[in-house]
């Protein structure tokens, strides 16, 4: 099964040495799983002061500066692996090097049909890898039914084949629900592992895509076609593009 490592940690936590260290040692880990065939992904995201969220509220679109949610610990990557189970899984986030000063959410994908291939590996010319973090409002989702929703996700999938066509496209998925989130820290060496997600917000992550753009602006033209920014938001961050980082597995 994929999952997806949020990592999240306080961003002012980290001195220089500390965070080329912290780097060194995630990169040897994503070899490390790659040798395993497990590893399908995984970047450091630029910092929560350059975020953009993006919503649409009746036809208006909404931006605004910053990240999602003002939290003590920001997300500041992600890996995605495919391990057979969740204890896997956990065993992975207690690797990751920012797990001692933070929190890695561990969220199971969901599979989704009409999804184009995934084309991994670094933006090239002028154009950047920016990751869209898409946050739902899951009780709204249960009170329209499973055909509005479905007939969503089927909108998404449309958005990411015509992204596709046009060179912008990386990878994209839903998750699966926020019920099946967990969360993983270490401290003075004891893991602590907790049902649920890292933080507790009326919207959740649902989904993500990473796509390819040529700056900002275009990054949050792009986010603004999710259908999911209509009932929720869409938080823009832009990748940082490692050249030591292995190829994903197909």
Request: with cysteine.
């Amino acid at each position: 099964m994929k999952y997806m490592l949020l990592v999240y940690s306080p961003e002012n936590s980290w001195t220089p040495d500390e965070w080329n260290s912290c780097l060194q040692e995630s990169v040897a880990l994503c070899h490390e799983l790659a040798a395993l065939g497990q590893f399908h992904g995984a970047s450091p995201l630029h910092p929560v002061a350059t975020a953009h969220c993006v919503r649409l509220r009746d036809g208006q679109r909404l931006v605004t500066a910053g990240p999602f949610a003002e939290t003590t610990e920001q997300l500041g990557g992600y890996y995605i692996v495919d391990v057979p189970n969740l204890d896997d899984a956990i065993a992975i986030a207690c690797r990751i090097p920012a797990v001692k000063k933070g929190t890695v959410e561990i969220r199971p994908l969901f599979p989704l049909d009409g999804l184009p291939a995934e084309k991994p590996g670094p933006a090239s010319g002028d154009l950047r890898q920016f990751l869209l973090i898409c946050y739902d409002d899951e009780e709204y989702w249960t009170a329209v039914g499973p055909d509005v929703h479905l007939a969503a996700m089927r909108e998404a999938a449309e958005v990411t084949r015509d992204l596709d066509s046009r060179g912008r496209y990386l990878s994209a998925s839903p998750l699966r629900p926020v019920s099946t989130a967990t969360s993983v820290r270490l401290r003075d060496g004891r893991r602590i592992v907790t049902d649920g997600p890292f933080a507790e917000t009326r919207e959740i992550l649902g989904g993500y895509y990473l796509i390819l753009a040529q700056h900002p602006g275009e990054a949050v033209d792009l986010a603004a076609r999710h259908p999911g920014t209509r009932v929720g938001t869409v938080e823009v961050r832009q990748v940082y593009t490692l050249t030591d980082l292995p190829e994903s597995n197909p």
